[in-house]
DNA sequence: ATGCCGTGGAAACCACGA
Protein backbone atom coordinates (compact mmCIF):
# COMPACT_ATOMS: atom_id res chain seq x y z
CA UNK A 1 0.00 0.00 0.00
CA UNK A 2 1.76 3.34 -0.87
CA UNK A 3 0.27 6.33 1.21
CA UNK A 4 1.68 9.56 0.14
CA UNK A 5 1.63 13.70 1.77
CA UNK A 6 1.48 16.74 -0.04
CA UNK A 7 0.95 20.17 0.57
CA UNK A 8 -0.54 22.00 -2.26
CA UNK A 9 -0.74 25.06 -0.96
CA UNK A 10 -4.48 25.40 -2.53
CA UNK A 11 -6.30 23.30 -3.65
CA UNK A 12 -8.56 24.82 -6.16
CA UNK A 13 -5.69 26.47 -7.87
CA UNK A 14 -3.51 23.51 -7.89
CA UNK A 15 -6.05 21.05 -9.40
CA UNK A 16 -4.32 20.35 -12.49
CA UNK A 17 -0.80 19.44 -10.76
CA UNK A 18 -3.01 17.40 -8.14
CA UNK A 19 -4.96 15.33 -10.40
CA UNK A 20 -1.67 14.78 -12.64
CA UNK A 21 0.19 13.71 -10.17
CA UNK A 22 -2.78 11.21 -8.76
CA UNK A 23 -3.23 10.02 -12.21
CA UNK A 24 0.54 8.77 -12.57
CA UNK A 25 1.81 7.79 -9.29
CA UNK A 26 -1.89 6.40 -8.40
CA UNK A 27 -1.17 6.07 -4.50
CA UNK A 28 -3.97 4.46 -2.49
CA UNK A 29 -4.18 7.14 0.24
CA UNK A 30 -3.28 10.62 0.22
CA UNK A 31 -3.19 13.21 3.18
CA UNK A 32 -3.24 16.83 1.77
CA UNK A 33 -2.40 20.05 3.97
CA UNK A 34 -3.17 23.96 2.65
CA UNK A 35 -6.24 23.18 0.77
CA UNK A 36 -7.34 27.14 1.75
CA UNK A 37 -10.44 26.83 0.33
CA UNK A 38 -13.96 26.85 2.63
CA UNK A 39 -15.61 23.84 3.31
CA UNK A 40 -18.19 24.12 0.47
CA UNK A 41 -15.37 24.78 -2.01
CA UNK A 42 -13.11 21.54 -1.97
CA UNK A 43 -13.42 20.16 -5.43
CA UNK A 44 -14.50 16.58 -4.29
CA UNK A 45 -16.68 15.26 -7.30
CA UNK A 46 -13.44 16.16 -9.63
CA UNK A 47 -11.37 14.14 -6.78
CA UNK A 48 -14.31 11.64 -7.42
CA UNK A 49 -13.72 11.28 -10.79
CA UNK A 50 -10.02 10.94 -10.48
CA UNK A 51 -10.86 7.48 -8.14
CA UNK A 52 -10.56 9.03 -4.89
CA UNK A 53 -13.37 9.48 -1.98
CA UNK A 54 -12.19 12.28 0.21
CA UNK A 55 -12.64 13.53 3.85
CA UNK A 56 -11.68 16.89 4.75
CA UNK A 57 -11.96 19.62 6.79
CA UNK A 58 -11.94 23.22 5.15
CA UNK A 59 -11.27 26.41 5.94
CA UNK A 60 -11.71 30.09 4.47
CA UNK A 61 -8.31 31.40 2.74
CA UNK A 62 -5.91 29.23 4.97
CA UNK A 63 -4.98 26.11 6.47
CA UNK A 64 -7.07 23.25 5.49
CA UNK A 65 -6.45 19.19 5.36
CA UNK A 66 -8.01 16.49 3.15
CA UNK A 67 -7.40 12.34 3.20
CA UNK A 68 -7.96 10.36 0.07
CA UNK A 69 -8.16 7.11 -0.80
CA UNK A 70 -9.20 4.61 -3.38
CA UNK A 71 -11.73 2.39 -3.68
CA UNK A 72 -13.25 3.36 0.04
CA UNK A 73 -14.24 6.23 1.29
CA UNK A 74 -11.52 6.72 4.41
CA UNK A 75 -13.97 6.25 8.02
CA UNK A 76 -13.28 9.36 9.86
CA UNK A 77 -12.13 9.28 13.64
CA UNK A 78 -11.55 13.11 14.63
CA UNK A 79 -11.12 16.22 12.48
CA UNK A 80 -9.96 18.78 15.68
CA UNK A 81 -6.95 17.86 17.10
CA UNK A 82 -7.99 17.57 21.30
CA UNK A 83 -6.83 20.37 23.72
CA UNK A 84 -7.71 23.26 22.53
CA UNK A 85 -11.06 24.14 22.13
CA UNK A 86 -10.64 27.61 21.07
CA UNK A 87 -8.08 26.24 18.42
CA UNK A 88 -10.20 27.85 15.31
CA UNK A 89 -7.06 26.54 12.53
CA UNK A 90 -8.35 23.35 10.46
CA UNK A 91 -5.07 21.70 11.18
CA UNK A 92 -5.45 17.81 11.72
CA UNK A 93 -8.10 15.41 10.66
CA UNK A 94 -7.83 11.65 11.25
CA UNK A 95 -9.42 8.43 9.82
CA UNK A 96 -9.05 5.05 9.79
CA UNK A 97 -8.16 3.30 5.81
CA UNK A 98 -7.94 -0.53 5.33
CA UNK A 99 -7.29 -0.77 9.63
CA UNK A 100 -4.37 1.85 9.52
CA UNK A 101 -5.12 4.85 11.21
CA UNK A 102 -3.94 7.74 9.25
CA UNK A 103 -3.32 11.06 11.26
CA UNK A 104 -3.04 14.08 8.44
CA UNK A 105 -1.69 17.53 10.25
CA UNK A 106 -0.36 20.65 8.46
CA UNK A 107 1.64 21.96 11.99
CA UNK A 108 1.94 25.78 12.19
CA UNK A 109 4.43 27.43 10.92
CA UNK A 110 5.31 29.79 13.85
CA UNK A 111 7.03 32.50 12.69
CA UNK A 112 8.62 35.06 13.72
CA UNK A 113 10.16 33.27 16.31
CA UNK A 114 9.54 34.47 19.29
CA UNK A 115 6.16 35.85 19.07
CA UNK A 116 2.73 34.39 20.00
CA UNK A 117 2.99 32.68 16.36
CA UNK A 118 5.42 30.70 17.60
CA UNK A 119 3.53 30.13 20.74
CA UNK A 120 1.34 28.76 19.22
CA UNK A 121 3.41 26.11 17.28
CA UNK A 122 4.93 24.59 20.57
CA UNK A 123 1.87 24.08 22.41
CA UNK A 124 0.09 22.51 18.82
CA UNK A 125 3.30 20.75 19.09
CA UNK A 126 2.87 19.65 22.78
CA UNK A 127 -0.85 18.64 22.15
CA UNK A 128 0.21 16.51 18.86
CA UNK A 129 2.48 14.52 20.77
CA UNK A 130 0.26 14.10 23.51
CA UNK A 131 -2.49 12.66 20.99
CA UNK A 132 0.73 10.77 19.59
CA UNK A 133 0.99 8.75 23.14
CA UNK A 134 -2.63 7.57 23.20
CA UNK A 135 -2.21 6.39 19.17
CA UNK A 136 0.75 4.51 20.37
CA UNK A 137 -0.71 3.11 23.57
CA UNK A 138 -3.66 1.87 21.75
CA UNK A 139 -1.31 -0.64 19.81
CA UNK A 140 -2.88 0.00 16.29
CA UNK A 141 -0.88 0.49 13.74
CA UNK A 142 -0.95 3.97 12.68
CA UNK A 143 0.55 7.34 10.58
CA UNK A 144 1.46 10.74 11.57
CA UNK A 145 2.21 12.66 8.34
CA UNK A 146 1.80 15.58 7.13
CA UNK A 147 3.91 19.43 7.00
CA UNK A 148 5.35 19.14 10.24
CA UNK A 149 7.39 22.52 9.18
CA UNK A 150 10.29 21.42 11.27
CA UNK A 151 13.60 20.37 9.69
CA UNK A 152 14.57 17.61 12.45
CA UNK A 153 18.44 17.60 11.69
CA UNK A 154 21.62 19.55 9.45
CA UNK A 155 20.92 17.03 7.15
CA UNK A 156 17.46 18.00 6.23
CA UNK A 157 18.44 22.03 5.34
CA UNK A 158 20.48 23.35 2.47
CA UNK A 159 22.46 25.37 4.69
CA UNK A 160 21.58 25.03 8.27
CA UNK A 161 23.15 27.55 9.56
CA UNK A 162 21.24 30.38 7.72
CA UNK A 163 17.86 28.09 9.81
CA UNK A 164 19.01 28.02 13.12
CA UNK A 165 16.63 31.31 14.68
CA UNK A 166 13.94 30.21 12.46
CA UNK A 167 10.68 29.19 14.01
CA UNK A 168 11.06 25.69 11.80
CA UNK A 169 14.88 24.63 13.12
CA UNK A 170 15.11 26.41 16.55
CA UNK A 171 16.44 24.03 18.89
CA UNK A 172 12.99 23.86 21.05
CA UNK A 173 10.98 22.97 17.77
CA UNK A 174 13.74 20.17 16.95
CA UNK A 175 13.44 19.02 20.71
CA UNK A 176 9.62 18.84 20.42
CA UNK A 177 10.21 17.01 17.29
CA UNK A 178 13.07 14.38 18.87
CA UNK A 179 10.65 14.33 21.88
CA UNK A 180 7.69 13.33 19.68
CA UNK A 181 9.53 10.81 17.76
CA UNK A 182 11.25 9.27 20.79
CA UNK A 183 7.96 7.33 21.54
CA UNK A 184 8.78 4.66 19.78
CA UNK A 185 7.63 6.73 16.06
CA UNK A 186 9.83 6.12 12.87
CA UNK A 187 10.62 8.88 10.65
CA UNK A 188 10.20 6.61 7.69
CA UNK A 189 12.19 8.75 4.73
CA UNK A 190 15.28 8.96 7.80
CA UNK A 191 15.31 5.41 8.41
CA UNK A 192 15.53 3.82 4.78
CA UNK A 193 18.09 6.79 3.82
CA UNK A 194 19.96 7.55 7.05
CA UNK A 195 22.81 9.79 5.20
CA UNK A 196 21.15 11.39 2.13
CA UNK A 197 20.28 14.72 1.69
CA UNK A 198 15.99 14.73 1.16
CA UNK A 199 14.22 18.02 0.71
CA UNK A 200 10.37 18.21 0.73
CA UNK A 201 10.07 22.35 0.15
CA UNK A 202 11.99 24.65 -1.90
CA UNK A 203 11.24 28.22 -1.91
CA UNK A 204 9.62 30.17 -4.63
CA UNK A 205 12.25 32.67 -4.66
CA UNK A 206 15.97 32.40 -6.02
CA UNK A 207 15.39 29.19 -7.92
CA UNK A 208 15.54 27.33 -4.43
CA UNK A 209 14.76 24.69 -6.72
CA UNK A 210 17.20 24.68 -9.27
CA UNK A 211 19.43 25.30 -6.68
CA UNK A 212 18.23 22.72 -4.54
CA UNK A 213 18.10 24.70 -1.96
CA UNK A 214 15.60 22.31 0.27
CA UNK A 215 14.53 21.76 3.16
CA UNK A 216 12.72 18.59 4.68
CA UNK A 217 9.68 19.51 6.60
CA UNK A 218 6.93 17.19 5.15
CA UNK A 219 7.28 13.56 7.42
CA UNK A 220 6.16 10.23 8.07
CA UNK A 221 6.01 8.80 11.21
CA UNK A 222 5.04 5.36 12.00
CA UNK A 223 3.52 3.41 14.92
CA UNK A 224 6.13 0.52 16.19
CA UNK A 225 3.87 -2.26 14.54
CA UNK A 226 3.85 -0.49 10.88
CA UNK A 227 7.66 -0.59 11.19
CA UNK A 228 8.35 -3.79 10.13
CA UNK A 229 6.01 -3.31 7.15
CA UNK A 230 7.96 -0.13 5.65
CA UNK A 231 8.95 -1.26 2.02
CA UNK A 232 9.87 2.02 0.26
CA UNK A 233 10.52 5.70 0.86
CA UNK A 234 10.90 8.78 -1.33
CA UNK A 235 10.16 12.21 -2.43
CA UNK A 236 7.88 12.76 -5.82
CA UNK A 237 10.79 15.64 -6.59
CA UNK A 238 9.73 16.28 -10.24
CA UNK A 239 6.22 17.17 -9.47
CA UNK A 240 8.34 20.57 -7.90
CA UNK A 241 9.37 21.26 -11.35
CA UNK A 242 6.39 21.41 -13.25
CA UNK A 243 4.72 24.44 -14.08
CA UNK A 244 2.02 26.28 -11.64
CA UNK A 245 2.88 23.64 -9.16
CA UNK A 246 3.30 23.93 -4.78
CA UNK A 247 6.21 24.58 -3.13
CA UNK A 248 6.47 21.43 -1.58
CA UNK A 249 6.78 18.03 -3.55
CA UNK A 250 4.11 15.18 -2.55
CA UNK A 251 6.08 12.69 -0.49
CA UNK A 252 5.12 8.93 -0.27
CA UNK A 253 6.03 5.31 1.84
CA UNK A 254 4.96 1.70 0.48
CA UNK A 255 4.15 -0.64 3.27
CA UNK A 256 4.20 -4.12 2.87
CA UNK A 257 0.39 -6.08 2.43
C1' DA B 1 19.63 39.40 5.36
C1' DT B 2 15.78 39.73 2.41
C1' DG B 3 8.57 37.35 1.20
C1' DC B 4 12.39 38.69 -4.64
C1' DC B 5 6.81 34.39 -5.54
C1' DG B 6 2.36 32.66 -5.00
C1' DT B 7 -2.36 31.94 -2.96
C1' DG B 8 -6.92 33.47 -1.48
C1' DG B 9 -10.00 37.18 -0.38
C1' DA B 10 -11.06 41.53 -0.71
C1' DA B 11 -10.68 45.40 -3.19
C1' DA B 12 -6.76 47.03 -6.86
C1' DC B 13 -4.02 46.02 -1.33
C1' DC B 14 -3.63 42.74 2.40
C1' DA B 15 -2.45 38.44 5.32
C1' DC B 16 0.09 34.58 5.16
C1' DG B 17 3.52 31.20 4.00
C1' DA B 18 8.86 28.82 5.32
Known amino acids: ?119 YKLRWFERLTEHAAGLIKSGKPAVLTGDYNVMPTDLDVYKPEKWVNDALFKPEVREAFKKLVGQGWTDALRTLHPNEKIYTFWDYFRDAYGRNAGLRIDHFLLSPSLKGHLKAAGVDRDVRGWEKTSDHAPVWIELAG
Open 1 to 119: MKIATYNVNGVNGRLPILLRWLGEKKPDVVCLQELKAPQEKFPEQEILDAGYHAIWHGQKSWNGVAILARDKKPEEVRRVLPGDPDDTHSRYIEASVKGILIGCLYLPNGNPAPGPKFD
